[in-house]
Every structure is written in structure tokens, then in C-alpha cells.
């Protein structure tokens, strides 16, 4: 009776490890390991390995791209686009920049007013984007973009923040302002780097948070989606706020990577003026960096050839900076501006593009692409690609015109895209792991 008792503690033992061994393999292929993968599980096909072989690819290639604007995602609040939105645009936009074989991206950007003016139109054009990238083939990076802060500041060409963080009238004056040069500029985003914006009880940076989770969760399951870039440009107006901005992407970054693993691209600041006092410099700049840089970029933007003077040595910073903060460079707008002297109508001097002299030619676009590619980047794109025509004609890719019997528009290249295309083609050749021949780097 001693030996059958020894043994049936033994045989029990045995049951409960492996009852143990089996609920612990369930879980472990039921379950997503972390909350970066839960999507993926849910919504589609993919496997966790799925996701990170996709993910290995994208980061063992240099990107080459193009900026791309939308439609309601680009609408301001304060005005309307006078021009109609072409119909296919985006079937027929993604098909002519996959036939050049050679770019591999679009950085779309997208507006937190656009959003607030028409959300249903707003996130429905976003599926469709990534919906139109995935059968093209066309990586998509999404730019949560701003451009002189807000049309409610600059009602004339500003576009970004929601008209709800500026409802104190007599601090933030309807079109008084929204450049780096404004007063008014200057203290909302001291404002905003502070996080001292609130709605309803709920602070900027958690309302920003809320936004961008959206786009995740219509983009992240689809294979297209390349990454998410936080906010473009944002503006610096004292030294004390780069350290600032890094808490700022830093919270950005844990937040997201809960839910996505993709790239995240932080932005250089603006102004890039590199005698002024907030000390543009590359350890302020390195400073923006969030803490988790697994999977990271820094973006910045580059208008000029930088073979000497101001774009040079915009660019020798930017490269001290990546090296500081050990992260890979994205260049996410390039393009050639020259600009001229001229006075407003007040009599004020300012600078103004001169179209003819910002024209582009291919030797242009090779000596600046060559440039990139020799400092070693993560990708570029190029500005831009827009249904909107540019009085600066290198400034926009694709033509649209409108038969005026049918009223129906149709939509063109560029030469400048043929240009965009050699100088990708001639300065990175890719071969099938992705990687520039070695005679292109020589």
C-alpha cells in the first residue's frame, strides 16, 4: 500500500504538469505577447513574425519618395479649396508613381483641423489611401503635419492645430499671426511645450495622442503603412523648450508603440536660423529625441543644393545631430528654392520664392540626391505631389487639367517627376535585398 501511494502521488504530479505545459502553449499561440501585435492578430492575417520580417525589410532599404496631399485631409477651417478634387486621384496617382519602379513611398500628410472641420470624410480618405497604397505597392509614411501653426492664426495659409486650443481671443487673436516671427506664435507654443492646453478637462498633448491613435487603427493592418511621423515643424522659441520637446516625442513614442511597431519619425524644429537665440545647434537638436529609439527617424527638410553656405552647413548639422542622438536621418521634404528681397504692403522687407530661379534641372536633383546618399540615410521625399497647382512650377509633380464640355479632370506627371525618377534611378540603383549597388556608392 506504501508503494501505491508513493505512486499515485506520481501520477498526479505528472497530470498537473501537464495540464500546466498544455494551458501555457495555448496561451502562448493565442494570445499577442504585447499590445503592438493585438491588432495585427485581430484585424488581420499577419503573424507577429509577419510583422517583424515586414518591418526588417522596410528598415534594410533606403526609401525613395514623394510628398502627396489630400483632399478633406488638408482642408482648413477657415477656407475651402478653390480647386475640384480630381476623381481617382489616388488610383490614379499611386499607379503613375509605382510605373516608375523606383519610388517606393509616399510621406502623406494630414491635418488635426482637417480632422475637426469633417471627420467621417477625414479617416474614410485615409482608408482609402492605405487601401490604394497596399494594391499599388506603395509604402505610406502619415505626417501629422502643421504649417504656420493654424488657419485660425494664419487664416490665409496656415493649416494644423484645431480651432478649440485657441478660444482665449484676447491671448491668441483671430489671423494675428502663426510664423515663427509672431508674438502671438511664440506664446502658444510656449504654451503648447508647456502642456498647458486643455479641453474639457484633458491636456494638448493626451487630445494629440487620441487623434493619432486613429490613424493607427485604420492604417497600422495594412503592409503599405511604412510609419508615423508625430508633428512636422514644429516651432522652438526659447532654448529652454528643446529638452521640452524630447519629453513631448518621448510621450508620443511610449504611447504609440503600445499599439504599433512601425517607424516613428520626430521632426526638426523650425526656424532652422542658425545665428539665433534659442542656440539652433546639433545637442539642442539631438535633445528632441525620444527615449525609446528603437525604430525611430529624424526628419528634416532641405530646399538648395547643399554644396556650400547655408544648406551645407544645414545639413552638416542635421548629421551631427543623428550621430548625437543615434538615430537615422529621413529627409523628409527636398526641393530647390531661391528667394528674392521684396517689400509687403505695409513696407516691410521680406523674402518671397522666385519660381524661375527655383527652377530644378536633373543635374540639380542628382548633386542634391547625391548628397544624401553619400551621407547614408533611411529616405527622402521629394516636395511634392499635389491635386493643388504651385506658382513655382519644380513645386508640384503632376498637372491636372479639366475638359470644360465634360468637366471632367484628368491628371499628368510632370517632367520634373521624370527628373525625380532618374536621379533616384542613377544615384540608387536597388538591388533585390533593397541595398544601392556598389558601383552607384563608389
Given at each position: 500500500?506504501k508503494?501505491?501511494?508513493?505512486?499515485?502521488?506520481y501520477?498526479?504530479?505528472?497530470?498537473?504538469?501537464?495540464?500546466?505545459?498544455?494551458?501555457?502553449?495555448?496561451?502562448?499561440?493565442n494570445?499577442?505577447?504585447n499590445?503592438?501585435?493585438?491588432?495585427?492578430?485581430?484585424?488581420?492575417?499577419?503573424?507577429r513574425?509577419?510583422?517583424?520580417?515586414?518591418?526588417?525589410?522596410?528598415?534594410?532599404?533606403?526609401?525613395?519618395?514623394?510628398?502627396m496631399?489630400?483632399?478633406?485631409?488638408s482642408?482648413?477651417?477657415?477656407?475651402?479649396?478653390?480647386?475640384?478634387?480630381?476623381?481617382?486621384?489616388?488610383?490614379?496617382?499611386?499607379k503613375?508613381?509605382?510605373?516608375?519602379?523606383i519610388v517606393?513611398?509616399?510621406?502623406?500628410?494630414?491635418?488635426?483641423?482637417?480632422y475637426?472641420?469633417?471627420?467621417?470624410?477625414?479617416?474614410?480618405?485615409?482608408?482609402?489611401?492605405?487601401?490604394?497604397?497596399?494594391?499599388?505597392?506603395?509604402?505610406v509614411v502619415?505626417?501629422?503635419?502643421?504649417?504656420?501653426?493654424?488657419?485660425?492664426?494664419?487664416?490665409?495659409?496656415?493649416?494644423?492645430?484645431?480651432p478649440?486650443?485657441?478660444t482665449?481671443?484676447?491671448?491668441?487673436?483671430?489671423?494675428?499671426?502663426?510664423?515663427?516671427?509672431?508674438?502671438?506664435?511664440?506664446?502658444?507654443?510656449?504654451?503648447?511645450?508647456?502642456n498647458?492646453?486643455t479641453?474639457n478637462g484633458?491636456?494638448?498633448?493626451?487630445?494629440?495622442?487620441?487623434?493619432?491613435?486613429k490613424?493607427?487603427?485604420?492604417?497600422?493592418?495594412?503592409?503599405?503603412?511604412?510609419?508615423?511621423?508625430?508633428?512636422?515643424?514644429?516651432?522652438?522659441?526659447?532654448?529652454?523648450?528643446?529638452?521640452?520637446?524630447?519629453?513631448?516625442?518621448?510621450?508620443m513614442?511610449?504611447?504609440?508603440?503600445?499599439?504599433?511597431?512601425?517607424?516613428?519619425?520626430?521632426?526638426?524644429?523650425?526656424p532652422?536660423?542658425?545665428?539665433?537665440?534659442?542656440?539652433?545647434?546639433?545637442?539642442?537638436?539631438?535633445k528632441?529625441?525620444?527615449?525609446n529609439k528603437?525604430?525611430?527617424?529624424?526628419?528634416?527638410?532641405?530646399?538648395?543644393?547643399?554644396?556650400?553656405?547655408y544648406?551645407?552647413?544645414?545639413?552638416?548639422?542635421f548629421?551631427?545631430?543623428?550621430?548625437?542622438?543615434?538615430?537615422?536621418?529621413?529627409?523628409?521634404?527636398?526641393?530647390?528654392?531661391?528667394?528674392?528681397?521684396?517689400?509687403?504692403?505695409?513696407?516691410?522687407k521680406?523674402w518671397?520664392?522666385?519660381?524661375?530661379?527655383?527652377?530644378?534641372?536633373?543635374?540639380?536633383?542628382?548633386?542634391?540626391?547625391?548628397?544624401?546618399?553619400?551621407?547614408?540615410?533611411?529616405g527622402?521625399?521629394?516636395?511634392?505631389?499635389?491635386?493643388?497647382?504651385?506658382?513655382?512650377?519644380?513645386?508640384?509633380?503632376v498637372?491636372?487639367?479639366?475638359?470644360?464640355?465634360?468637366?471632367?479632370?484628368?491628371m499628368?506627371p510632370t517632367?520634373?517627376?521624370?527628373?525625380?525618377?532618374?536621379?533616384?534611378?542613377?544615384?540608387?540603383?536597388?538591388?533585390?535585398?533593397?541595398?544601392?549597388?556598389?558601383?552607384?556608392?563608389s
Amino acid at each position: 500500500m506504501k508503494y501505491e501511494s508513493i505512486i499515485n502521488k506520481y501520477i498526479l504530479t505528472i497530470i498537473v504538469l501537464c495540464f500546466t505545459v498544455t494551458t501555457s502553449l495555448y496561451i502562448l499561440n493565442n494570445v499577442p505577447v504585447n499590445n503592438v501585435y493585438a491588432q495585427h492578430n485581430v484585424t488581420t492575417n499577419q503573424t507577429r513574425l509577419d510583422v517583424d520580417n515586414q518591418i526588417a525589410q522596410d528598415n534594410n532599404k533606403t526609401h525613395l519618395g514623394v510628398n502627396m496631399r489630400g483632399y478633406y485631409t488638408s482642408m482648413p477651417q477657415s477656407r475651402d479649396f478653390k480647386f475640384p478634387f480630381p476623381d481617382n486621384y489616388y488610383d490614379t496617382s499611386f499607379k503613375d508613381i509605382s510605373k516608375a519602379n523606383i519610388v517606393d513611398h509616399v510621406r502623406y500628410r494630414f491635418y488635426w483641423e482637417s480632422y475637426v472641420r469633417n471627420s467621417s470624410a477625414f479617416l474614410k480618405e485615409i482608408e482609402d489611401v492605405a487601401k490604394t497604397a497596399d494594391k499599388y505597392g506603395i509604402k505610406v509614411v502619415y505626417d501629422n503635419h502643421q504649417f504656420h501653426t493654424s488657419s485660425w492664426l494664419n487664416a490665409g495659409r496656415g493649416t494644423g492645430f484645431p480651432p478649440y486650443f485657441f478660444t482665449d481671443h484676447a491671448l491668441y487673436e483671430q489671423d494675428s499671426g502663426g510664423t515663427p516671427k509672431s508674438a502671438v506664435s511664440q506664446t502658444w507654443w510656449t504654451n503648447w511645450w508647456n502642456n498647458a492646453m486643455t479641453v474639457n478637462g484633458t491636456d494638448g498633448w493626451t487630445l494629440q495622442l487620441e487623434f493619432l491613435k486613429k490613424i493607427v487603427s485604420i492604417t497600422d493592418k495594412h503592409p503599405s503603412t511604412l510609419g508615423y511621423e508625430i508633428l512636422s515643424e514644429p516651432q522652438v522659441h526659447s532654448e529652454d523648450q528643446w529638452a521640452k520637446i524630447g519629453k513631448y516625442n518621448t510621450f508620443m513614442t511610449d504611447e504609440l508603440r503600445k499599439i504599433t511597431n512601425k517607424t516613428i519619425i520626430y521632426s526638426m524644429n523650425i526656424p532652422i536660423d542658425l545665428k539665433s537665440s534659442i542656440n539652433v545647434n546639433a545637442l539642442n537638436l539631438a535633445k528632441m529625441t525620444p527615449q525609446n529609439k528603437q525604430n525611430v527617424v529624424f526628419k528634416f527638410s532641405l530646399y538648395g543644393i547643399p554644396d556650400d553656405g547655408y544648406q551645407s552647413d544645414k545639413l552638416q548639422l542635421f548629421e551631427n545631430a543623428s550621430r548625437i542622438a543615434g538615430v537615422p536621418l529621413y529627409i523628409g521634404e527636398w526641393n530647390n528654392v531661391k528667394r528674392v528681397e521684396t517689400y509687403n504692403d505695409h513696407g516691410e522687407k521680406i523674402w518671397v520664392i522666385d519660381d524661375v530661379q527655383s527652377d530644378i534641372s536633373q543635374a540639380d536633383a542628382n548633386a542634391i540626391v547625391g548628397k544624401f546618399r553619400d551621407i547614408g540615410i533611411w529616405g527622402l521625399a521629394y516636395w511634392e505631389w499635389s491635386f493643388v497647382p504651385n506658382d513655382t512650377p519644380n513645386f508640384n509633380l503632376v498637372n491636372v487639367t479639366s475638359d470644360k464640355a465634360t468637366g471632367k479632370e484628368t491628371m499628368q506627371p510632370t517632367e520634373y517627376f521624370k527628373i525625380i525618377e532618374n536621379a533616384y534611378k542613377e544615384l540608387f540603383v536597388q538591388q533585390p535585398n533593397g541595398v544601392p549597388a556598389a558601383s552607384k556608392l563608389s
